[in-house]
């Protein structure tokens, strides 16, 4: 990754999730940068997998490994929607988080916003797109909470 590279991916990231989001993502090692052929960055890939993809609307979509970086350098609770024991075998799937299963939720989460799915004893399950408010998760008790993009089980 070369420096205007790092430079442009890491505000985004901060501007996505926050101060310091960026740092956790990009801060450690040398992760390769795939371009579209225009130039523009498409994939940032590290030795454990895929961190992000810098999405067409200029927000990240995040891979499992960007995930459990973020999990490790955010605040706690920050971008997170905790599940239990009984779907977490489901999300480890892939399958989506619903509603009725979430235990906690980031209150500052917001519908289409790139969230991490822990289980309550705090290691990433899954990484996807939030489709309710995150007070929402907590109220509702029907319908899906996170669409789930890529999840560990499928990164093993």
């Known amino acids: 990754m070369d420096d205007e590279d790092r430079g442009m991916l890491t505000r985004v990231a901060d501007y996505q999730w926050g101060r310091s989001a960026g740092r956790a993502l990009f801060g450690d090692g040398d992760p390769e940068v795939t371009h579209t052929s225009s130039g523009r960055p ?12 810098y999405a067409t609307d200029g927000r990240f979509t995040l891979g499992v490994a960007g995930g459990r970086r973020l ?3 955010l605040a706690d609770g920050a971008y997170r929607v905790v599940v239990g024991d009984e779907s977490e075998p489901f999300v480890r799937e892939g399958r989506n988080a619903f509603a009725k299963f979430v235990r906690a939720a980031d209150s500052e989460i917001r519908p289409g916003d790139e969230v991490l799915v822990t289980h309550e004893r705090g290691e990433v399950l ?15 008790e029907t319908g899906v909470a996170v669409f789930v993009r890529d999840s560990a089980e499928a990164e093993d």
């Open 42 to 53: 498409r994939q940032v890939i590290a030795d454990e997998g895929r961190l992000v993809t």
């Open 126 to 140: 899954a990484v996807g797109r939030a489709e309710l408010a995150g007070e929402s998760m907590l109220d509702f």
């Open 71 to 73: 999990h490790d350098g």
